[in-house]
T-cell receptor
Framework: GENVEQHPSTLSVQEGDSAVIKCTYS??????FPWYKQELGKGPQLIID?????GEKKDQRIAVTLNKTAKHFSLHITETQPEDSAVYFC????????????FGTGTRLKVLA | GAVVSQHPSWVICKSGTSVKIECRSL??????MFWYRQFPKQSLMLMAT?????????EQGVEKDKFLINHASLTLSTLTVTSAHPEDSSFYIC????????????FGNGTRLTVT
């Protein structure tokens, strides 16, 4: 079945360093890839997304890259700050067929001050 | 924009009672809302897809008679956990889709249900 693998499950970085989280999807028909940030006790918040017709998208300190051939997409956070500490989820979706989101297993990011 | 409000944020109930959770899209109309369940330190598990004016579509393994979903208007969906048991204790999160299929999902802040 459709699957999204996410790595690493936990990630600790020093404040100011970069953090990279990677996801791999199985369904080649997937064409929409959002990233969500979930803080403790709250719902996930959409932070950035990318569609399959684009290879890279950037929003200030956050960027997402997509390699359709390899079915990989990654979240890059530069100049990390303590408030970036949270759980990050990737997801994959597609326009055709069953369009529900398939979520990754999450990455717990800890930014050390 | 795209604010989803979920209430209550937490609830404690006794075994055997029912609990209703509301999910509202505040600044947009959502023909489709989704209900998720999240166990500690785990990912989001889709329970059901709620469509305005029609019956919800439940995922495999989710009891529709236990988790009643009503989507009576374009801005409100409710999840009722009936005859709750301690194993129903969990974090329940709703989301609403802004636009057509494959458009962003916006999540509520979740409801922490504890059944004693």
């Amino acid at each position: 079945g459709e699957n999204v693998e996410q790595h690493p499950s936990t990630l600790s970085v020093q404040e100011g360093d970069s953090a990279v989280i990677k996801c791999t999807y199985s369904d080649s028909a997937s064409n929409y890839f959002p990233w969500y940030k979930q803080e403790l006790g709250k719902g996930p918040q959409l932070i950035i997304d990318i569609r399959s017709n684009v290879g890279e998208k950037k929003d200030q300190r956050i960027a997402v890259t997509l390699n359709k051939t390899a079915k990989h997409f990654s979240l890059h956070i530069t100049e990390t700050q303590p408030e970036d500490s949270a759980v990050y989820f990737c997801a994959a979706s597609k326009t055709s067929g069953t369009y529900k989101y398939i979520f990754g297993t999450g990455t717990r990011l800890k930014v050390l001050a | 924009g795209a604010v989803v409000s979920q209430h209550p944020s937490w609830v404690i109930c006794k075994s055997g009672t029912s609990v209703k959770i509301e999910c509202r899209s505040l600044d947009f109309q959502a023909t489709t809302m989704f209900w998720y369940r999240q166990f500690p330190k785990q990912s989001l598990m889709l329970m059901a897809t709620s469509n305005e004016g029609s019956k919800a579509t439940y995922e495999q393994g989710v009891e529709k008679d236990k988790f009643l979903i009503n989507h009576a208007s374009l801005t409100l969906s409710t999840l009722t956990v009936t005859s709750a048991h301690p194993e129903d204790s969990s974090f329940y999160i709703c989301s609403a889709q802004l636009g057509a299929n494959n458009s962003p999902l916006h999540f509520g802040n979740g409801t922490r249900l504890t059944v004693t």
